[in-house]
T-cell receptor, first 113, second 114 residues
Framework: GESVGLHLPTLSVQEGDNSIINCAYS??????FIWYKQESGKGPQFIID?????DKRQGQRVTVLLNKTVKHLSLQIAATQPGDSAVYFC????????????FGGGTRVLVKP | NAGVTQTPKFRVLKTGQSMTLLCAQD?????MYWYRQDPGMGLRLIHY???????AKGEVPDGYNVSRLKKQNFLLGLESAAPSQTSVYFC?????????????FGPGTRLTVL
């Protein structure tokens, strides 16, 4: 899950297995969420987004689930590959403030061969 | 399209020195942002701009100034660098808030202040 601090939560996954990364948010008014992937030494890269009128959205090998009741998001990566090793962030644009993003601390995914 | 570019990629400063980080985007985005990322942490917003000639403070604006004289460029200045400003700086841009728009990030500038 998400946390803020010096120690990133880490998810170790066997290559080929599915990964599930969790994120909690606090603003009940949030209506749009984005998942980013950040590889070592690079900037965050968009993976998938979801609006609050949806419970689920699928992309290529990725699925995002949104549970508004408990203010929880998850990112599922199917058949995890070595190239999926990265830090994953969920973010919540605040429209009233120039779409500025609030990021959690991220989750590091390590894919074991 | 180059997307979002940042210069320089790396820089080492001594305490008290000044420098400017340059961000450029070629996607005609209205909104631009400067974030910093410290080890093991998420990104924190320093300043942002919702259009040419406008700037606004983010979560951690102290010690930084910004300017958006041209739509495609967003400059981040450190007038008197401090060791606490050692970080990786990311610039991002997006369309307006009229829709649901992702932010596109640059590759980052790694700054060390001694």
């Amino acid at each position: 899950g998400e946390s803020v601090g010096l120690h990133l939560p880490t998810l170790s996954v066997q290559e080929g297995d599915n990964s599930i990364i969790n994120c909690a948010y606090s603003n009940s008014a949030s209506d749009y969420f984005i998942w980013y992937k950040q590889e070592s030494g690079k900037g965050p890269q968009f993976i998938i987004d979801i609006r609050s009128n949806m419970d689920k959205r699928q992309g290529q090998r990725v699925t995002v689930l949104l549970n508004k009741t408990v203010k929880h998001l998850s990112l599922q990566i199917a058949a995890t590959q070595p190239g999926d090793s990265a830090v994953y962030f969920c973010a919540d644009p605040i429209k009233a403030a120039g779409n500025k993003l609030t990021f959690g601390g991220g989750t590091r995914v390590l894919v074991k061969p | 399209n180059a997307g979002v570019t940042q210069t320089p990629k790396f820089r080492v400063l001594k305490t008290g020195q000044s420098m400017t980080l340059l961000c450029a985007q070629d996607m005609n985005h209205e909104y631009m942002y400067w974030y910093r990322q410290d080890p093991g942490m998420g990104l924190r917003l320093i300043h942002y701009s919702v259009g040419e000639g406008t700037t606004a403070k983010g979560e951690v604006p102290d010690g930084y100034n910004v300017s958006r004289l041209k739509k495609q460029n967003f400059l981040l200045g450190l007038e008197s660098a401090a060791p606490s400003q050692t970080s990786v700086y990311f610039c991002a841009s997006s369309w307006t808030s009229g829709g649901y728009n992702e932010q596109f990030f640059g590759p980052g500038t790694r700054l060390t202040v001694l």
